[in-house]
């Protein structure tokens, strides 16, 4: 499936976005570390995000996260918008986004729209 063909929702503030979708779904993470570099939203290979494969399991086993992720593909296929995907760190691991992550896989999309920090190269 083109990445082209369905929309994704624009955010505005991506840093506010951000702390406020991870301090209600990831409190764990260190509001430091969600400080510590600016935020933007870009497009990205799929094949560049780094789920955790156990959680990506675990979820793919549970009737709740399958049906999130059947209602993330229905959205794509009706053309809604969808949030994307948050990303932290140089490894651009994925911290939020999982259902619309294995919908993407499902409808084999190759790209996304992220939230990800910018980081100076070292």
């Known amino acids: 499936m ?3 063909r369905f929309c994704w929702d624009g955010v505005r503030e991506p840093a506010a976005y951000v702390r406020e979708v991870l301090g209600r779904e990831a ?4 509001e430091a570390l969600l400080n510590e570099y600016p935020w933007v939203q870009t497009e990205l290979s799929l094949s560049d995000v780094r789920p955790d494969i156990g959680m990506l399991e675990r979820h793919g086993r ?4 399958v049906r999130r992720r059947d209602g993330f593909v229905e959205r794509i296929r009706s053309g809604v918008s969808i949030p994307p995907l948050i990303l932290l760190g140089r490894d651009l691991k994925l911290v939020d986004g999982y259902a619309r992550y294995r919908a993407l896989r499902l409808l084999e999309v190759d790209s996304a729209s992220v939230l990800a920090q910018v980081r100076d190269e070292d």
């Not at 549970?62 to 996260?65: C, E, S």
């Open 2 to 4: 083109n990445a082209t």
């Open 27 to 30: 409190p764990e993470i260190p």
């Open 62 to 65: 549970d009737d709740v996260h």
